[in-house]
C-alpha cells in the first residue's frame, strides 16, 4: 500500500515564476493538507481539502497561492509569482474519509527561488 | 485563540531517559499527537492522547492533562538515531472538523 506522495522532491524557481506541487493521498484517503515549514521552524497549516471541495483555507496567504483536489488526479498546490519568500519545505497529509487517526505524511517538496 | 510552546532544544545522553513537555491552550481540543521529524524527511506518527493519561508504545510513552493543558512524551534508553525534532501537535475541532496545529517542534540530539 503506497503512502503519501509527493512530486517533485525538489523544485527550484526563480522569483516570478509558478510552481505547481503535487499529492497523491494514500489509497481510500479522501481527506488532503497542505502545510509549510520553513528551515528550523515546525509545521504551518494552509489548506484542507477533500475532494473537489475546499474546507479551511485560512492558512493560505491570501494573494499568489491555490488549492485543488479534483475529483480525479493529485491535489496541487500552485504560487504564482513566486519569492524568495516562498522557499520552504511544503508537506502534503492524507487521512481516511473518517477523519478519526493520524494524518500520514508525504516526503514533502522542496521549493528553492533563486 | 491557538497557542503551542514546546522548549526549542534538548541533549540527552545515550541510554538515558529524556521528557519533552508540550502547553497548550486551543478552543476545540480533540486530541493530541506527537511526531517525529527527521531533518529533512516527513514527519512520523508516535502517539496519540484524547484521554487524559499515560499511553505507552515501546520506548515512547505520552502523558495528557487536559485540565492542565499539557503534554510530554517520554523516551527510554535513548538510541543515537532518536537524535530528530519533535512535534507535539493539537486536533482542534472548533470550526466543525478536525485541524492539526503543530507547535515548533524540539530539536533533541543525543550523545554517547
Known amino acids: 500500500n503506497a503512502g503519501v506522495m509527493q512530486n517533485p522532491r525538489h523544485l527550484v524557481r526563480r522569483r516570478g515564476q509558478e510552481a505547481r506541487l503535487r499529492c497523491s493521498p494514500m489509497?481510500?484517503?479522501?481527506?488532503v493538507y497542505w502545510y509549510r515549514q520553513l528551515p528550523e521552524e515546525g509545521l504551518k497549516f494552509m489548506v484542507y481539502?477533500?475532494?473537489?471541495?475546499?474546507?479551511?483555507e485560512s492558512g493560505m496567504p491570501k494573494e499568489r497561492f491555490s488549492a485543488e483536489f479534483p475529483k480525479e488526479g493529485p491535489s496541487i498546490l500552485r504560487i504564482q509569482q513566486v519569492v524568495r519568500g516562498d522557499s520552504a519545505a511544503y508537506f502534503c497529509?492524507?487521512?481516511?474519509?473518517?477523519?478519526?487517526?493520524?494524518?500520514?505524511f508525504g516526503p514533502g517538496t522542496r521549493l528553492t527561488v533563486t | 485563540g491557538q497557542n503551542i510552546d514546546q522548549p526549542t532544544e534538548m541533549t540527552a545522553t545515550e541510554g538515558a531517559i529524556v521528557q519533552i513537555n508540550c502547553t497548550y491552550q486551543?478552543?476545540?481540543?480533540?486530541?493530541l499527537f506527537w511526531y517525529q521529524q527527521h531533518a529533512g524527511e516527513a514527519p512520523t506518527f508516535l502517539s496519540y492522547?484524547?484521554?487524559?493519561g499515560l499511553e505507552e508504545k515501546g520506548r515512547f510513552s505520552s502523558f495528557l492533562s487536559r485540565s492542565k493543558g499539557y503534554s510530554y512524551l517520554l523516551l527510554k534508553e535513548l538510541q543515537m538515531k532518536d537524535s530528530a525534532s519533535y512535534l507535539c501537535a493539537v486536533r482542534d475541532s472548533s470550526g466543525g472538523y478536525n485541524k492539526l496545529i503543530f507547535g515548533a517542534g524540539t530539536r533533541l540530539a543525543v550523545h554517547p
Open positions: 489509497k481510500g484517503h479522501s481527506h
Open positions: 481539502l477533500q475532494k473537489e471541495n475546499i474546507i479551511d
Open positions: 497529509a492524507s487521512s481516511p474519509a473518517t477523519q478519526t487517526y493520524e494524518q500520514y
Open positions: 486551543t478552543s476545540g481540543f480533540n486530541g
Open positions: 492522547n484524547v484521554l487524559d
